[in-house]
């Protein structure tokens, strides 16, 4: 008889139990949204760019791994778009390690993208290349279509799921539109 491990069963994609799907756009939003905001904040520190980094991966850590574990898996995007983030093996909130685990390789890439966008037009090509790490870990959300995780999600083997806990920032804004879009009609 086979003996099913917890990394088994999740690797074996029909075995565990399904969960709400999060549409790719608000995956992205939610990632930019926490991102600008880090940016933001370690934009202060831009005379030294050792310093900017490495204040970007202080801020990044707190925010996408202690504030999601004491905030039931959601960071400022997070929420703002209600996602979360969860281990599909024990259905909870990952616990610090890997979700430290997968901040790390986010993290990284975003501070690699963060010169890269600060580089701007001036090197084109060094800008491509800097850039190039986030948008392959984030590309592979897109080709994954039953589950879409992205390679951070994969190593940490979490999963980004809906949840009714948070703002709806996007349905605001699709409304808002809407409302617009009427009135001008008119």
């Known amino acids: 008889m086979k003996l099913l ?34 940016w933001f904040v370690s934009s202060f ?59 790390i390789i986010v993290g990284f890439a975003g501070a690699l993208a963060v010169c890269g966008l600060q580089i701007n037009v001036r090197n084109g090509l060094s800008m491509l290349f800097l850039l190039t790490p986030l948008l392959i870990d984030c590309a592979l959300a897109f080709t994954d279509e039953e589950l879409n995780q992205a390679f951070h999600d994969r190593v940490a083997q979490t999963l980004m799921i809906q949840t009714e806990r948070g703002f709806s920032l996007d349905l605001r804004l699709k409304k808002i539109l809407v409302q617009i879009k009427r009135r001008m009609q008119k």
Not at 24 to 30: K, L, P, S, T
Not at 64 to 69: F, G, N, P
Not at 75 to 95: E, S
């Open 45 to 103: 520190f831009a005379s030294n760019l050792f310093l900017q980094w490495l204040v970007f991966l202080l801020i990044w850590l707190a925010m996408r791994v202690l504030l999601a574990e004491k905030n039931r898996g959601q960071t400022l995007g997070r929420w703002a778009l209600d996602t979360k983030v969860i281990d599909p093996r024990f259905n909870r909130i990952p616990d610090l390690i890997t979700l430290s685990k997968r901040e």
């Open 5 to 38: 491990t917890a990394a088994t069963m999740y690797n074996d994609r029909s075995n565990y139990r399904r969960y709400p799907k999060v549409p790719i756009e608000r995956r992205v939003g939610a990632f930019a949204l926490d991102f600008l905001a880090v």
